[in-house]
């Protein structure tokens, strides 16, 4: 699952799919421009809503190539 870049928000939740946090509900909380030298290469943090979570597992760093943000779907209610 994929989520075009075009539709990316601050504060926006979405399901995390990868590794042992696969599942885990999730908000956009930073959206910059890498500075990797690739052309539309972002970098999106997640912050996690699991109050279980120890401080440094909260937070997740994406990399949006190709205007696609791989491994999370958006959250609609």
């Known amino acids: 699952m994929a989520i ?6 601050i504060g926006q939740s979405v399901k ?3 590794g042992t946090r696969s599942g885990m509900s999730a908000a956009i909380t ?3 421009k890498s500075s990797l ?3 539309n290469t972002h970098i999106v943090t997640l912050t996690f809503d699991d109050d279980s979570l ?8 994406l ?3 190709d205007e696609l943000l791989e491994g999370c779907e958006i959250i609609t209610f």
């Open 37 to 39: 030298s690739l052309k």
């Open 54 to 61: 120890p401080n440094h597992l909260k937070t997740q760093q």
């Open 63 to 65: 990399t949006v190539y």
């Open 4 to 9: 075009p870049a075009a539709q990316l928000k």
């Open 30 to 32: 930073d959206i910059s």
């Open 16 to 18: 995390y799919l990868i």
